[in-house]
């Protein structure tokens, strides 16, 4: 019986909970560890190109995203990155736990992970990022298991912690 994180729907695309498969190479996660966690972490799977067209990023992979940004000046932030960017984002409004945030974005991205190499030979910049607040002696702790699924997706892993107080 499968007693793992439920079934979501992100961004009104049904991802189904992943079976649980001990043939996979995944690791039991160790939470005992005295070092807190890092809090409100925010798992996206992001696709950047200077001339992207996000509308065509969203036909393409067949996800509704969490956000978008037409290329061009920001104009919250005119010194700032001016590269299209299309986002899927799971963060504490979806789950607050850390774990199944990240296996939501990559079960999305293992799901389409063709059209995103497509997408990478194209020139776009694909990223999985990890942000968070972290405090003294915290950490975010990733399985055996989960560093595999992002090594066989061929994306880099982007781990952004924010050091300020909350």
Same mark, same amino acid.
């Given at each position: 019986?499968?007693?793992?994180?439920?079934?979501?729907?992100?961004?009104?695309?049904?991802?189904?909970?992943?079976?649980?498969?001990?043939?996979?190479?995944?690791?039991?996660?160790?939470?005992?560890?005295?070092?807190?966690?890092?809090?409100?972490?925010?798992?996206?799977?992001?696709?950047?190109?200077?001339?992207?067209?996000?509308?065509?990023?969203?036909?393409?992979?067949?996800?509704? $995203?969490?956000?978008?940004?037409?290329?061009?000046?920001?104009?919250?932030?005119?010194?700032?990155?001016?590269?299209?960017?299309?986002?899927?984002?799971?963060?504490?409004?979806?789950?607050?736990?850390? $774990?199944?945030?990240?296996?939501?974005?990559?079960?999305?991205?293992?799901?389409?992970?063709?059209?995103?190499?497509?997408?990478?030979?194209?020139?776009?910049?694909?990223?999985?990022?990890?942000?968070?607040?972290?405090?003294?002696?915290?950490?975010?702790?990733?399985?055996?298991?989960?560093?595999?699924?992002?090594?066989?997706?061929?994306?880099?892993?982007?781990?952004? $912690?924010?050091?300020?107080?909350?």
């Amino acid at each position: 019986m499968y007693t793992g994180p439920p079934a979501v729907s992100l961004n009104n695309r049904f991802i189904p909970p992943r079976e649980h498969n001990e043939n996979v190479g995944e690791s039991v996660r160790d939470d005992s560890r005295d070092a807190t966690s890092w809090v409100l972490t925010t798992v996206a799977l992001i696709v950047k190109k200077s001339d992207l067209d996000p509308n065509s990023v969203t036909e393409k992979l067949g996800l509704q $995203p969490s956000a978008v940004r037409m290329p061009g000046i920001d104009r919250w932030n005119p010194e700032g990155d001016a590269a299209g960017q299309w986002r899927l984002q799971c963060d504490e409004h979806t789950t607050r736990a850390f $774990p199944e945030q990240l296996d939501i974005i990559l079960r999305a991205a293992e799901g389409c992970a063709d059209t995103l190499a497509a997408l990478r030979a194209e020139g776009c910049e694909v990223t999985i990022v990890v942000r968070g607040f972290a405090d003294n002696d915290s950490q975010v702790s990733f399985s055996a298991g989960e560093m595999a699924r992002v090594s066989r997706l061929n994306i880099p892993l982007k781990i952004i $912690p924010n050091l300020n107080a909350r």
